[in-house]
């Protein structure tokens, strides 16, 4: 038996905005947006890993608050192992984030966040997100 992949992203907060990030890679997903992140490596907990991820592809150090919703299963690919999806709530500790492995970088207000080509597996925490924004 194959085991799931676990993968944690980072619902980035700051002033009533969402840190949104731009792919670079792999090419079928060049352009679209996502939540930062990357997987949980073996004995890591999700939140050594989000640190981990996002001092790598930001530069900045964040600090998860609580997790958000459930998890998503990513879309399976053929030859690969399933994958779950585990989005935290974030606050920013130290430095500015900065696109280091991502097209570009962008804060959003809770209005704008449906206007971007989202990643599907990011797409079912949007709401949740939104609501926390507005201030529920």
């Known amino acids: ?4 992949v676990i993968v944690v992203a980072g619902a980035i907060v700051r002033d009533g905005s969402l840190l949104a990030a731009q792919r670079a890679e792999p090419a079928q997903m060049r352009g679209r947006w996502e939540l930062p992140g990357g997987k949980v490596d073996p004995g890591e907990t999700d939140e050594a890993a989000l640190v981990r991820e996002c001092r790598e592809e930001l530069g900045a150090d964040v600090r998860p608050l609580a997790r958000i ?10 030859g690969a192992p399933p994958a779950v999806l585990r989005v935290w709530l974030c606050e920013v500790l130290d430095g500015e984030p900065a696109a280091l492995e991502h097209l570009a970088l962008r804060w959003l207000g809770p209005e704008a966040i449906d206007g971007l080509d989202w990643l599907p597996a990011d797409r079912p925490f949007l709401g949740e997100i939104r609501r926390h924004l507005n201030g529920g």
């Open 1 to 4: 038996m194959t085991d799931t």
């Open 69 to 78: 919703g459930t998890e998503a299963p990513f879309p399976q690919r053929v």
